[in-house]
């Protein structure tokens, strides 16, 4: 698949982006991220009492290599959690899109603290390439409450989880650390159903969903990829990792005869090229 020379500026930003160098150590999760449970509750006013003084409490976790380059592990400080394969997938839809002309910018729907998008950027500035913007669509709320009409994501509690919620200035703020941040990057802020049917995208030529709900995948889909052009692609970052987002997909995919091709990209993730 990969059969460009690698840049030394991408590899090392892919290993930065997903803090590589934590990998074979312990990892430190503040308590402010960690999922809320019986025993974190109780800690909570004396870390809070702690940070006033420059002090916190901590989770220890180990960092194994397959976990964090396949994509596995939610790391407490790197900025995606997507892993080098991942983003490696990322470089090559963008590489072959260039190459082949293929007109239409890049979204991500779910961004987290930005990191994927952020690679976006930095893969567009080492093409050089000026006439395409990155999108980032997210409600920087984190993820909200099932919604009893959508049955399959009843069961989930991803709405609860701390981790998951980076405002959009954090995510500004990441993109700034790189020097990443200009007018090629545009921020649809709010809740999928509220704005995505309206997104003021006209033509997309990458389309990388990751918000791990049946609803948010199928809203992604209807509202976005009518706008992508033949010989773009589609990646589905949590087909594999969630039940609700593989038939949210192949559900949108009977529905519209879409036959293209699945391609695995690690134990996680899937793409595809539109090819009608």
């Not at 082949?100 to 930095?122: H, N, P, Q, Y």
Request: a positive charge; glycine letters at 6%; one cysteine or more.
């Amino acid at each position: 698949m990969n059969t460009y020379a690698k840049s030394p500026y991408l590899e090392l930003l892919k290993k930065v982006l997903i803090d590589y160098d934590k990998i074979g150590s312990m990892e430190a999760y503040p308590l402010s991220i960690v999922n809320p449970n019986w025993k974190t509750f109780f800690l909570y006013p004396l870390d809070m009492l702690l940070r006033k003084r420059n002090f916190s409490i901590s989770k220890l976790k180990y960092v194994s290599k397959e976990n964090r380059i396949g994509g596995l592990d939610w790391p407490a400080n790197a900025k995606t959690m997507i892993g080098y394969k991942r983003l490696t997938n990322i470089e090559y839809c963008i590489r072959t899109i260039w190459n082949d002309g293929i007109e239409g910018d890049l979204i991500e729907t779910g961004v987290w603290r930005g990191g994927a998008s952020i690679f976006m950027k930095a893969v567009l500035n080492e093409l050089k390439i000026s006439d395409k913007n990155v999108w980032l669509a997210d409600s920087f709320q984190g993820l909200p409450k099932p919604k009893k009409k959508f049955a399959d994501d009843r069961s989930s509690n991803l709405h609860k989880q701390r981790i998951l919620k980076v405002s959009k200035e954090e995510v500004e703020n990441n993109f700034r650390s790189f020097d990443l941040l200009d007018d090629q990057v545009k921020f649809i802020e709010g809740w999928f159903d509220e704005t995505l049917p309206d997104a003021p995208i006209r033509k997309l030529s990458l389309l990388r969903l990751d918000g791990d709900y049946y609803e948010s995948t199928i809203i992604a889909l209807e509202c976005l990829y009518p706008k992508l052009a033949i010989g773009g692609f589609v990646i589905i970052d949590d087909f594999n990792a969630f039940k609700s987002c593989k038939k949210a997909v192949l559900d949108y995919r009977f529905a519209n005869d879409i036959s293209e091709k699945m391609i695995e990209i690690d134990k996680h993730a899937i793409f595809w090229r539109k090819e009608r």
